[in-house]
């Protein structure tokens, strides 16, 4: 596991250089009053890997802005990719206060080792269009949720693709949520686009998401709590954590109404890397609550995922449920 004795440690995205796999992290202070109180104190933190099990912590990668920037409460989720010409992108998720509540937009930052970073002056990049997404003028969610940019390449060459968390402009105040989307060029430049999924799926927000195929099949990954889940989806008393779509492509379409959860409560924000050594893809999560429902807030372990039949299942004995 990865844990860090001053503070608490969540949401994270990888990287792999060939050499290195590169883990960047959430973290704040274990001295703050109580563990919810840490997304208003988050920096992205950074450790480096040969094998995803044995880290070794470096410099922090990012950390909040000076008032008035986007990101002047804390620096939230994102991912990394590279450009052709050999240049790191990071986007993340700027947090800031206003008087109706927290707002989230996007920016990103660079780098040529993957060590040093930085923000871009164009930043942010993206941000809530009520066109198509639900913003905090709508007063239906404690938060305007636009966060955790997942980049991706077009599969057919065309540029790079984003997805989002986010919510619908329309629908049942807890059945919003929506993969929100973005294309752009160069990395540098973004067009904001209709979200790739509809609401009325079930969940009021898809956290955290990844697309990957796996053994040859598309699927979409994302958390969701059971706080969040709708009314019709959690009456069953189902506890929320990691879930899983299937997929047509990279870009869907996701079938979000049939998603089914690959973790219980306790591990969230799943990520999967590709092992270069053993072949196989690694799933990784951070523990998120303990068997007394305390916060945890350190990052497990890998182990191996795969298909069981239709199934996409963990490396375990339960049928793909961690517990």
Excluded at 193 to 208: A, H, K, N, S, Y
Aim: a negative charge; glycine letters at 10%; charged letters at 20%.
């Amino acid at each position: 596991m990865f844990s860090l004795p001053e503070a608490w440690v969540w949401d994270f995205w990888l990287a792999d250089d060939g050499q290195h796999y590169h883990l960047f992290f959430l973290h704040a202070s274990r001295a703050l009053p109580k563990p919810h109180d840490r997304h208003y104190r988050a920096s992205i933190g950074h450790a480096i890997s040969t094998d995803l099990t044995r880290w070794t912590r470096v410099q922090d990668a990012l950390v909040r802005s000076d008032a008035t920037a986007f990101d002047d409460l804390a620096t939230w989720t994102g991912s990394v990719v590279r450009h052709p010409d050999g240049t790191w992108f990071m986007f993340y998720t700027g947090a800031s206060l206003t008087p109706a509540g927290n707002r989230q937009q996007i920016g990103y930052a660079t780098s040529s080792d993957l060590l040093h970073w930085r923000k871009s002056g164009a930043n942010p990049v993206l941000s809530a269009d009520p066109r198509w997404y639900e913003v905090l003028a709508d007063g239906k969610w404690h938060d305007e949720a636009f966060r955790d940019p997942w980049v991706v390449a077009d599969p057919d060459g065309d540029g790079w693709h984003m997805l989002i968390t986010a919510r619908a402009n329309e629908g049942a105040a807890d059945d919003r949520g929506v993969v929100g989307h973005a294309w752009s060029p160069d990395l540098r430049t973004w067009e904001l686009r209709p979200p790739l999924t509809e609401p009325g799926q079930g969940f009021g927000q898809l956290e955290v998401t990844q697309v990957e195929i796996v053994d040859g099949r598309p699927i979409l990954l994302f958390s969701c709590l059971d706080g969040d889940l709708s009314k019709d989806r959690g009456s069953d008393g189902t506890s929320g954590g990691v879930w899983w779509a299937g997929a047509d492509s990279l870009l869907g379409p996701y079938d979000i109404a049939g998603a089914r959860q690959l973790t219980g409560r306790s591990l969230y924000s799943g990520r999967i890397i590709w092992n270069r050594d053993s072949s196989e893809w690694k799933f990784l999560a951070f523990h998120h609550d303990a068997a007394d429902g305390s916060f945890v807030g350190v990052i497990s372990d890998p182990q191996p995922i795969s298909w069981t039949g239709q199934t996409l299942a963990l490396g375990r004995t339960d049928a793909g449920i961690s517990r």
